[in-house]
């Protein structure tokens, strides 16, 4: 099996319109879907980003407060899976529920080293 990352950005915007019960559902939804990739050994490992951070740019190695790309651009957090090729990593992300928010999923191999 490979491990493959999942960058989960957008869908923000939709978010914060939903009213807290809207919000509970959708937070259901990505535990039941997390919960059945954890019960097909699927699931490595994943959590959401805190909005802060920082970025350590450049030879001279500034830093910024950030992130600062747009907020479709922005990564909210990410998952790791185990699949067996990129086709089926997608395959397994069309089921993620940050579509119903107009997110996207964003899908690398983690190479070895």
């Known amino acids: 099996m490979t491990k493959y990352m999942y960058l989960f950005r957008g869908g923000d915007a ?6 807290p019960e809207e919000m ?6 990505w535990k039941t879907w997390m919960g059945s990739l954890a019960e097909k ?9 805190a909005k802060e951070g920082k ?4 030879t001279d ?3 910024h407060d950030g992130p600062f790309a ?8 990410y ?5 067996e090729s990129l086709d089926q990593a997608t395959d397994i992300a069309n089921g993620c529920p940050i579509f119903e928010h107009d997110g996207e999923v964003e899908v690398r191999e983690i190479m070895n080293m």
């Open 24 to 29: 509970q559902a959708h937070m259901e939804k």
């Open 61 to 63: 190695k500034v830093v």
């Open 79 to 83: 998952l790791i899976v185990n699949a």
């Open 70 to 77: 747009e907020g479709k651009e922005i990564v909210g957090g």
């Open 41 to 49: 050994g699927q699931l490595v490992d994943g959590l959401p980003l």
């Open 55 to 58: 970025r350590v740019v450049g």
């Open 14 to 19: 939709r978010r914060i319109e939903q009213s």
